[in-house]
């Protein structure tokens, strides 16, 4: 009888045990995350499959493992039985995806039709523009963006390119920087002469030129704007090749004066300094040799030393530090017209 007491005792207490051990536990669930806002596929690397867009994807849906059924389609996410309007249900390779066609770069306008950009490998690698004849720093000769691809866009059911910062759209679907451009210079239109202008902040400018100030200024004489927009040479200080400087050669100094002008210096006879030299002359008509009935408005002949002779030899005598012109009436003679004066900055006579 003891026995079968104990036998029965441990035979209830084995029960109990096995009902604790099968008991169904309640789970508290008020600290667990709610279902959130539906995938961003932008975010999609962070989720270990950037390959796939879990937006749209049926079998990557919200999640890299998640796999809607054969029924079901994946919108913002979330396997559901139907797209939410304005989605359409567009078929691909993976299943049906929900996507809006009139903003879906991959399905614009229609499934499937993807919108694309130019070939970025054929595009050239910098802005198109010659030596800008500019000292270093050179204002910008090689600087700005090359030209673009973009990225495809879909806005509207039509596909369109994105271009990035600083750049713009031109109607070969190519990007550009205008503000530096060769060829789509200020604008998509504007093209700058070849070999002698540049782009420089988005205006075409001779070559060792800058755009300054709302003009091109020859930064290589300019002493305004020497070697960079409003750099100004201090006192008697010249510009010369982009520096300023105390003292040049007259001749120096001089062609500084003339192409401040913006003139040239004129292939006269032996060429400048004219024989037996101490002077140039500086017309306003490139490769002008000047004449005799020229005024003052388009031919200066700048003299640095006393022994500089007029350039058709007449008995002229001419003053250092003058400026003169053809001659009144038209004939070599004695009779230069008066022009002025030119800065000759203590320039060092040669």
Not at 74 to 92: E, I, L, N, R, Y
Not at 170 to 198: F, K, L
Request: charged share 15%.
């Amino acid at each position: 009888m003891r026995l079968a007491a104990i036998s029965s005792a441990v035979l209830v207490s084995g029960l109990a045990l096995w009902a604790c051990a099968t008991a169904v536990v309640p789970i508290d669930n008020t600290d667990l995350p709610e279902s959130g806002p539906p995938i961003d596929s932008s975010k999609n690397a962070d989720s270990g499959c950037p390959q796939f867009n879990t937006d749209t994807d049926p079998k990557h849906c919200g999640s890299c493992t998640n796999q809607c059924t054969a029924l079901q389609v994946c919108g913002a996410g979330v396997c559901k039985a139907a797209c939410d309007a304005p989605s359409t249900k567009c078929v691909t390779d993976a299943g049906g995806g929900c996507v809006d066609l009139t903003k879906d770069p991959a399905n614009c306008g229609k499934c499937n039709n993807t919108c694309g950009v130019v070939d970025a490998g054929s595009l050239p690698t910098d802005n198109g523009n010659p030596d800008a004849g500019i000292p270093a720093p050179d204002g910008g000769f090689d600087a700005g963006i090359a030209p673009q691809a973009g990225t495809p866009s879909c806005a509207a059911n039509t596909c369109g390119v994105n271009c990035p910062p600083s750049t713009t759209l031109c109607t070969d679907n190519i990007c550009y920087d205008t503000q530096n451009n060769h060829d789509h210079c200020g604008n998509c239109m504007t093209a700058c002469a070849v070999d002698t202008e540049w782009c420089t902040a988005g205006h075409c400018c001779g070559t060792g030129k800058e755009y300054c100030n709302g003009m091109c200024a020859d930064v290589t004489a300019d002493k305004n704007n020497c070697g960079a927009c409003g750099n100004v040479c201090p006192g008697q200080q010249v510009c010369f090749n982009g520096a300023c400087t105390s003292s040049q050669p007259c001749s120096v100094v001089a062609t500084a004066w003339c192409k401040n002008k913006g003139w040239f210096v004129s292939p006269w006879a032996n060429q400048f300094p004219n024989q037996p030299g101490g002077a140039i002359v500086c017309t306003k008509v490139a490769n002008s040799a000047g004449n005799d009935c020229d005024t003052c408005a388009t031919y200066n002949q700048l003299v640095w030393k006393n022994t500089a002779k007029d350039v058709c030899s007449s008995p002229q005598k001419l003053t250092v530090g003058n400026v003169y012109g053809g001659h009144s009436p038209c004939l070599c003679q004695a009779n230069d017209l008066s022009c002025g004066s030119w800065q000759m900055s203590n320039c060092t006579p040669d």
